[in-house]
């Protein structure tokens, strides 16, 4: 399906890196903890090994999350990005996080859309490039998100700080959904969206009132926001309208009952 602000299929409620914090984050033991919440749609991170694999991972950097120094030694580079997939798949991604998760390893892209597939699960995928290479990893993402989903009913959100990585994805593949992601609401933030031809502007929560709110909205954007994680927080942006949030809480946050 061609996912449009009218044509809108994604729930409000969506589960962060997979889980949040209550499992190792952007690892199918997370987004299995997150399912076991109710949740139907995730959020995470997807960067590129050196020999081009989308794998997923937030920092840029490999040891916060993963034994890496122990496996590939302490004069190896620690940026994930610098090493093959073949390097990366021996890493465990869950000791970090506690001993329940010991073992647990990286997930490329295409084990994720595996999983989501086969649960009728949605998806927001953030394109994480390493420094330099955004384009290249919007590309490569989006190339890889059209042939996962190739048939599916509904397709993966593609999201993005980097203008240049949602670009590429843009150029890419045009059919996928794309949004723009916000830290802060930098001058020409709504007119790089319009160029961009995004479907959502995706903020960090404070930034939404009733000012910026309107703005999206009456240039047709839906309006998402990260990382939610308390009550007040969360009725605030729903009684601004607006469409999306994407939260650690899980085991707060009931998406079946709100």
């Known amino acids: 399906m061609l996912v449009t602000h009218d044509n809108w299929p994604y729930p409000r409620w969506i589960a962060h890196r997979g889980a949040g914090k209550l499992a190792p984050e952007n690892t199918l033991a997370a987004f ?3 399912a076991s919440h109710g949740y139907r749609m995730f959020e995470c991170d997807v960067k590129l090994s050196a020999d081009g694999v989308p794998f997923l991972m937030h920092d840029d950097t490999l040891p ?21 997939w073949g390097e990366l798949a021996q890493l465990d991604a869950g000791s970090w996080h506690s001993r329940t998760y010991a073992g647990e390893p990286l997930p490329t892209l295409d084990n994720i859309a595996s999983y989501c597939l086969r649960n009728s699960f949605y998806l927001n995928i953030e394109i994480k490039p390493t420094p330099g290479q955004d384009a ?13 989903w190739q048939g599916a009913d509904v397709p993966p959100l593609l999201t993005s700080f980097k203008p240049d990585a949602l670009e590429a994805a ?34 960090n929560h404070a930034l939404w009132d009733t000012s910026s709110v ?33 939260t650690d809480r899980v085991d707060l946050f009931a998406p079946w009952t709100r």
């Open 64 to 84: 916060r999350t993963t034994n890496a120094r122990e496996v590939l030694g302490a004069g190896q580079s620690a940026v994930g990005g610098d090493h093959p």
């Open 214 to 246: 309107t703005q999206a909205k009456s240039a047709g954007f839906r309006t998402l926001s990260y990382t939610v994680n308390d009550e007040w927080a969360a009725q605030r942006l729903i009684e601004l309208g607006t469409d999306g949030i994407i």
């Open 136 to 148: 290249q990893t919007g590309e490569v993402v989006a190339n890889e998100a059209a042939r996962l």
């Open 170 to 203: 843009q150029a890419a593949q045009p059919q996928l959904p794309r949004g723009l992601l916000l830290d802060t609401l930098w001058t020409g933030w709504l007119e790089t969206a319009l160029r961009l031809e995004c479907v959502a502007i995706v903020c």
């Open 32 to 34: 299995r903890l997150g």
